[in-house]
Antibody, heavy 121, light 107 residues
Framework: QVQLQQSGPGLVKVSQTLSLTCDISGDSVSSNTAGWNWIRQSPSRGLEWLGRTYYRSKWYSDYAVSVRSRITINPDTSKNQLSLQLNSVTPEDTAVYYC???????????WGQGTLVTVSS | DIQMTQSPSSLSASVGDRVTFTCRASQSISTSLHWYQQKPGKAPNLLIYAASSLQSGVPSRFSGSGSGTDFTLTISSLQPEDFATYYCQQGYSLPRTFGQGTKVEIK
């Protein structure tokens, strides 16, 4: 049974970097069939897919256009975890952030428990 | 980007009711459509994948149908634990996109 456990600060200052990690148990971040995603949810933007990383003989990443210039999603194979870094945050980045596994067909299951990140000055 | 539109945005229903709500994609997505249930303070939970396949552990009162651009989620007999918000999501292309949700409330 795959489980995802998120960690990271819940408060980030404007213009700084949001950093979250997602510990994976029951699967490998290097799986050849899975993708590892970050998704956020806010009242104004709803559920918004931010990006993913996946391994298919080498590492690939895809990002949403809305955050492409500010986002990095990295795998850490030694810790079997996924990380998210979002630079130059503004109050509009305030949201609940989720990590989620994806497989064939693009369905997300399971999800991490979510982390509310508030961006303030 | 593929836009996903759900209707209605909310509905009121009673325990035992049959409820159906819809999701429409802005272009054809074949059957790459997934449904999630979300309760307050919790992550979304996968109910239906590939338009009509029931996720393991999900009660059989949930069913999905559709292909192309129009999809439906049906709850055959609403139970107290089903009062929640339901989202559709397309897995056809990047970026993955979600509908805005349908909130099911107690009448």
């Amino acid at each position: 049974q795959v489980q995802l456990q998120q960690s990271g600060p819940g408060l980030v200052k404007v213009s700084q970097t949001l950093s979250l990690t997602c510990d994976i148990s029951g699967d490998s971040v290097s799986s050849n069939t899975a993708g590892w995603n970050w998704i956020r949810q806010s009242p104004s933007r709803g559920l918004e897919w931010l990006g993913r990383t996946y391994y298919r003989s080498k590492w690939y990443s895809d990002y949403a256009v809305s955050v492409r210039s500010r986002i990095t999603i990295n795998p850490d194979t030694s810790k079997n975890q996924l990380s998210l870094q979002l630079n130059s945050v503004t109050p509009e980045d305030t949201a609940v952030y989720y990590c989620a596994k994806s497989e064939t067909g693009g369905k997300f299951d399971p999800w991490g428990q979510g982390t509310l990140v508030t961006v303030s000055s | 980007d593929i836009q996903m539109t759900q209707s209605p945005s909310s509905l009121s229903a009673s325990v035992g009711d049959r409820v159906t709500f819809t999701c429409r994609a802005s272009q054809s997505i074949s059957t790459s459509l997934h449904w999630y249930q979300q309760k307050p303070g919790k992550a979304p939970n996968l109910l239906i994948y590939a338009a009509s396949s029931l996720q393991s552990g999900v009660p059989s009162r949930f069913s999905g149908s559709g292909s192309g651009t129009d999809f439906t989620l049906t709850i055959s007999s609403l139970q107290p634990e089903d009062f929640a918000t339901y989202y559709c999501q397309q897995g056809y292309s990047l970026p993955r996109t979600f509908g805005q949700g349908t909130k099911v409330e107690i009448k």
